[in-house]
RNA sequence: AGGCACGUAGCUCAGUGGGAGAGCACUACCUUGACGCGGUAGGGGUCGCCGGUUCAAUCCCGGCCGUGCCUACCA
């Protein structure tokens, strides 16, 4: 095959691309047994539209795992998902199409969403089927330019074993996986408080929920105690002063004990409120004294299921201020009609409006005390949200978690995690729980929950009883299907059924993706085979939902963990050290920065990362790539060359013709080499394989190489031709296949030339080097004889650089020194040397003499006056 | 506030109980018989600070400072 002078790294990506594909080289092969296969559990990315370098980074590294394993002659089975539900989707659809899904038009087979609507127009309402549509819509372009990113970043995935969250075959499963959790009693159904955002008008969970910093300010507020005399409470949230409950201090405040089991009587509202002891109060905090509302806090919450007070909710779903009844069971107050007059100043009103002015009117009534103390305090926050996160009561799935504390992280140890204190953060986490997993969510692109309910003669639904769906029926959508034993007339009948409105929780379905893999709810078999999966790939700020959701969801069905390895992934950064997702203004594409530098490059610096450590976007690294890509082809082209010239049949060396000491001790470094290159490999430290690898390969180009260019292509054909010509190939095939998984392009491209016969036989299919192959070459009767042979070479160099010389300046004269042993171990290889150094044979002496500290030799070269 | 990790050359990062390293950047030189998308040589660091263990500490232990993240903190 003709070898090209230049490589021209997007030509022959593209090329190898194309065929990789057309070859199917990374199908997994379902007819092998589990023991040989090795699956991974590939994390499904959010279709969420951003495309940046940080995702190449990560799922590069999980490549780099991939291909060795399949080198080892694993059968792979990599998958490629698409996280296509939930709302940072439903948020993009809105924004882009300005529409809003409502729940009561009906579907418009003729409406097509537009992205060309101007910011001008109003939001159109669409019906929930017309809404899921666009979000298909958005999902499948956004799904389209992942897939050819991910192409274009060598990934070796199995495009057939794809899937989308949003599939019938996700959709059954996350239904299924319902069921069975239901039929085991580890879901229920409850009313009560929710964390809830306004925007999204919906429940969220725990692990969704963020901290951020935000300004605040206490109000101190007076309240009349109604014996005579008045408190003062200071609070962040004046807004919910009318459903405030009770007045708490701290049980042991001697301030606040004399009132305990008085009743203090709320301004504007005259609300009569107990004055109790609670043991959350602070009493450094604001005044010591403060109001319990329905709800402020998680903390409110907790005390106001134990106190059996009743239940003020003021914020309603979309984050206004509801009507309420003053006089009026639960809002008692001494005075309705002045309650009234300062309600309906608030009603309608957002949170933050009803602040304002509840501020005022408080003002004006003198029940404000001073100027409000500006704070910043930390506020809870949907972490995909903009307003800060209310308590609403609503009727809301579970999954329970609190009482498997001890169960989940026990299995969080049966895994392997890398890096290992990665487990601390899963740790952490299970630890810190103090809720279930709330699963539903009040919207439309997710999955249904295949749940209906009857509804009873007087209309109203029994939630008590839910209707569920048939296995063998699934996937269902309750919304467009009746229940088993009803028809489609009896929807929202009395007597009839009504469904459940809401979705899931999008990591109620992605935590099942090494079941959706093993296709565990179809077939058993391949569940077998597939399950559980052996590798996870994933960030760290996902382990507290996709890892420690699937870990939950593996435990419940089959008290299984779901890998047996995990590792961790760490960010990229951009130079003001910021996650690159979060960077702020022009930020490259991974397609621009691959088309730039060349994926083998761009592979390169995230095989340079180790796991779990954050690295910083640094083009000098991707140069430093792009350098190693063109030394392979180079060196490649040399050792590959000396067989197209050669008149000799050089072709058909072997390793058995390896025997001058030199090519012996190079030798034996090469196979140091495999096993510390392999030995990385096996802990999933590919960072410090490639390192052992790139170090051994500059070595080999500018000292072994040099070395035996001579000798190589001596004019006569003889055996130190043969053996430096056999340990070159020797070398060259070792280094194409450790480099295989970090270089896939390049290494494939040299690799056809001679090894794979034109592409016929992938590297990518080549089994990873082993001793084994190198097993017919002798140990060096002197180990040390390629180290001397450099010494002395680097020094007659050294000499030639000083003089401003060239390295192939001729040498008159060469004096080595040394003791007894280097000396021996140096003449072994000394014909190179003096080669290499263009010394002059005759004139060269070896003798008996001290080095300096720390060295062998001490060298003497005198140049020659002129050259050759 | 607790936890985890990190702090090594101007920058990005390896590393080890005994010699301080790589790439980039910088300086000088080499016009190359694989490679100028190259090569050779070189300058540059009290390995965050303070203690301790040890014959010996950048590495092990303790404390401190700084950075990042995780968890907690809404009156």
């Known amino acids: 095959m003709e070898i090209p002078e230049k490589y021209d790294a997007n030509e022959a990506e593209a090329r190898w691309r194309e065929r990789w594909e057309a070859d199917q080289i990374y199908a997994w092969d379902p007819s092998r047994p589990r023991e040989e296969t090795f699956v991974v559990d590939t994390p499904p990315p959010t279709v ?44 993009r659809v809105q924004n882009v199409f300005r529409i809003r899904p409502s729940r009561e038009l009906p579907y418009d087979p003729e409406w097509q969403p537009s992205a060309d609507r101007g910011p001008k127009e109003a939001v159109e309402e669409v019906s929930r089927l017309n809404f899921i549509e666009a979000c298909e819509r958005v999902c499948e372009e956004d799904e389209q330019a992942f897939e050819a990113l991910w192409r274009q970043a060598g990934l070796s995935v199995d495009w057939k074993l794809g899937y989308r969250t949003i599939d019938a075959h996700c959709r059954r499963t996350a239904q299924l996986s319902f069921l069975d959790l239901h039929e085991r009693g580890q879901v229920y159904q409850t009313l009560s408080p929710a964390m809830w955002d306004a925007d999204f ?89 403060l109001m319990v509302c329905t709800f402020g806090d998680a903390m409110d919450v907790e005390w106001w299921r134990n106190s059996g007070l009743p239940l003020r909710q003021l914020i309603g779903p979309v984050g206004r201020i509801v009507p309420a009844h003053w006089g009026e069971p639960p809002f008692q107050t001494r005075e309705p009609e002045a309650a009234a007059r300062a309600h309906a100043e608030l009603e309608g009103r957002t949170v933050k409006q009803a602040q304002r002015r509840i501020v005022e009117l408080l003002g004006d009534d003198g029940s404000l005390v001073g100027e409000p103390r500006p704070i910043t305090h930390p506020v809870k926050f949907y972490e995909r949200g903009e307003r800060p996160l209310e308590y609403v009561p609503t009727r809301q799935w579970f999954v329970k978690l609190l009482e498997h504390k001890d169960a989940l992280l026990e299995q969080g140890r049966k895994i392997t995690w890398h890096p290992p204190h990665m487990r601390t953060r899963y740790d952490n986490w299970v630890e810190g729980l103090n809720q279930d997993w709330c699963i539903s969510r009040q919207r439309f692109a997710g999955v249904p929950f295949p749940v209906w309910y009857p509804i009873d003669e007087a209309g109203a639904p029994d939630f008590e009883r839910p209707l569920l769906a048939e296995r063998e029926r699934l996937p269902v959508d309750p919304l467009a299907e009746p229940p088993p034993g009803y028809g489609p007339e009896q929807r929202d009948q009395p007597g009839g059924f009504a469904a459940d409105p809401d979705v899931m929780d999008t990591w109620a379905t992605s935590s099942l993706t090494p079941q959706i893999t093993s296709h565990w709810a179809t077939d058993p078999g391949r569940h077998e085979r597939l399950f559980p999966a052996d590798l996870r790939p994933q960030s760290h700020e996902i382990i507290r939902t996709w890892a420690f959701y699937t870990i939950v969801k593996a435990w419940m069905h089959e008290g299984q963990i779901p890998w047996h ?155 130190g031709r043969h053996s430096a010509v056999a340990t070159l190939l020797l070398a060259l095939r070792t280094f194409l296949r450790l480099f295989a998984p970090f270089l896939p392009f390049v290494t494939e491209e040299i690799w056809s030339w001679r090894f794979g016969d034109g592409g016929a036989r992938s590297i990518h299919r080549e089994s990873w080097p082993c001793l084994a192959e190198s097993d017919d070459v002798p140990a060096p009767a002197q180990a040390e004889s390629f180290a001397c042979a450099m010494e002395v070479l680097r020094k007659i160099r050294q000499t030639k650089t000083q003089a401003k010389r060239s ?62």
């Open 48 to 91: 969420s539209g951003e495309l940046h370098i940080g995702h190449v980074f990560s799922y590069a590294q999980q490549d780099l795992i991939v291909r060795y394993q399949r080198m080892l002659g694993r059968n792979i089975a990599y998958p490629m998902g698409w996280d296509d539900n939930g709302l940072p989707t439903e948020r």
């Open 201 to 289: 008008a919906t429940a969220i969970a725990q692990a969704e929920v963020e901290d951020r910093e935000k300004p605040g300010a206490y109000h101190d507020i007076r309240f009349a105690i109604e014996d005579g005399g008045e408190l003062l409470i200071a609070t962040t949230r004046p807004e919910l002063l009318g459903a405030c409950i009770a007045v708490v201090a701290h049980p042991d405040d001697e301030r606040y004990q004399k009132l305990f089991g008085k009743t203090a009587v709320t301004p504007l509202f005259h609300a009569p409120v107990p004055i109790l002891p609670a043991a959350h109060a602070d009493p450094e905090k604001g005044t010591g004294i």
């Open 565 to 719: 390895h995990i590792t961790i992934s760490g960010w990229i950064l951009d130079p003001e050290r910021k996650k690159m997702s979060k960077s702020k203004g022009k930020v490259m594409t991974g397609s621009e920065l691959l088309s730039e530098h060349s994926t083998d490059a761009i592979r390169y610096w995230s095989g340079r990362a180790r796991l779990g450590v954050d690295t910083v976007l640094d083009p000098s690294v991707f140069k430093q790539g792009r350098r190693l890509t063109t030394k392979l082809f180079n060196a490649s082209r040399f050792v590959l060359g000396q067989l197209e010239d050669s008149g000799a049949d050089l072709g058909a060396v072997a390793t058995n013709e390896i025997r001058e000491p030199l090519d012996l001790a190079y030798v034996a470094r090469l196979r140091g080499l495999v096993e510390r290159a392999s030995g990385a490999f096996e802990r999933f430290d590919y960072a410090g394989a490639l390192q052992a690898t790139e170090e051994h390969f500059w070595e080999f180009c500018d000292d072994y190489l040099e070395l035996v260019k001579l000798r190589s292509y001596a004019e006569q054909d003889g055996a």
């Open 807 to 868: 390295l192939r300046w001729p040498v008159e004269r060469l004096e080595v020194r040394g003791e007894a042993g280097p000396r021996a171990a140096l003449e072994a290889a000394l014909s190179d040397v003096l080669s290499a150094g263009n010394a002059d044979p005759e004139a060269c002496k070896v003798a008996q003499g001290a080095a300096p500290e720390g060295e062998r030799f001490s060298v003497c070269a005198t140049l020659s006056e002129q050259a050759d």
